[in-house]
């Protein structure tokens, strides 16, 4: 299993009821509710995704987050509320993280550091738009629209009053390295947080 | 007519008649004392009786859902599309029963059967039917083909609302619901719909107060303005103007009002074609039972509190160009779901063809009915 995912499962807790925006073909929640006994559902656009997760047993439904937004989830139905690598994809992240919050007790957001130095280097010395395996895109088909750093991004929570229960980054290959935790802004290429707004 | 029977093809299918001597009571408080249903099955049943789905039908449909009677029929059954070897719904795994409902003139009991209290047709007394007694009928029928548990309920549009109100009434005898083209309930728009139809029919001069047989006639005028009115909604905007535009069927205008666009000559030819073939009684008590259904009727309008009982698992497709139930109507359904803390798929599907598409086969429907299906097979050991 790709490690952020490894890392991923082990904070969703047996039983727990799961959202995972952008569950792209259900893996993860597939694994969830096999391994965890978790269950839930995944929103996806994409068609071939939809249907893999439908052969899988993964309940999908087809919803887009920039136009039907989660107006149809309750509050607190869920109790984790999953986006990995999709913040950057959506038209208001910020909106997104306020109804994720809404809608579940925690969420899990995974995306690409865009302050990373290979990234840094790309602009700075080549003064073309960066690409890397993390954002694999041209500047002018990329689905990638709202790219940020760490710092943005925590920047962003404590504004909201959002409360980081733990981050953890890894590199390109979704490893844990030694680097990326010693300067995570400059040397992580993928973050993993996970935010709650409840007190304890 | 086929040459030879297609590979994928059920083959030839001949339909079986079951008579049910128990009276049954219908929601209108009529009972009806014995009755019945005309089926079609395909496939085997399996040693412990779980890989039995079942098809409901829509408006017009019948028990003849896939297959032929002969090598002479002209066209297979209706959801052939869907239905036989290596389709979505796969004969070779499923064990499949369609029938004609209760009410219907395929040959199950209905208006034009004989009521045997005074040995002349229905008519008009037929009571009517709604979807809760077609359900409580198939329920039945069940029992008697020794189902305890639908690996599957399986429908679209009418056929649909069957699929949903299975999952309030008998939630332990259904694994999956699949809700295709469908809704919660009518809209005064598709109610008004009904309505002008059902006019046509009871404002023929023919129709005698739905006593025609008595007088050894049938309101074809009516019937057929009816089914024009339906076949409207049942398309897009986009596909009639694909299939006819504009155009005519002679060069010029003729200043006249003959079918003068080929638009008119085809809902012409549909409506009268389908006036020699459906019962106008079935035809208005069809469109009742549409009327009626309302599942969160009895909760203050709330489905997802009408859901409550439910214990299977859903699949609801719409399709883009629907505007008869369009994909709103099956997201209001999806999201009843969600709140009553169900399991629910949805996917929109992109398609031209209006309401109809739900019985043409695009890519993206039929890919979506395998994956989906070839998971309840599995599920049930088929």
Redesign the interface.
Known sequence: MRPDLEIIQQWVKPGNRVLDLGCGDGTLLDFLQRERGA?G?GLEIN?DH????????V?????NLDTQGLG???DR?FDTVLMTQALQAVRRPDMVLEEMLRVGREGIVTFPNFAHWRLRWGLTLKGRMPESEALPYKWYNTPNIRLCTFRDFEALCRQKNIRIKSRRVVDGQHQNSWLARLWPNMLGEIAIYRITREET | MPDSLPTDSVGIVTPQTLHFDAPITLACGQTLDSYDLVIETYGTLNADASNAVLICHALSGHHHAAGYHSMEERKPGWWDSCIGPGKPIDTNRFFVVSLNNLGGCHGSTGPNSVNPKTAKPYGPDFPVITVSDWVQSQALLADRLGIECWAAVVGGSLGGMQALQWSLDYPDRLRHSVVIASTPRLTAQNIAFNEVARQAITSDREFHDGRYQDFDTVPRRGLMLARMVGHITYLSDASMGEKFGRELRDQAYKFGYDAEFQVESYLRYQGERFSEMFDANTYLLMTRALDYFDPAYEYGGDLSKALAPSNCEYLVLSFSTDWRFTPARSEEMVNAMIAAKKRVSYAEIDAPWGHDAFLIPTPRYTDIFNAYMDRVAREVGA
């Open positions: 269950s559902f068609p939809i249907t893999t997760c439908m052969g899988r047993g309940s999908v439904i087809e919803q149809n989830f309750d139905t």
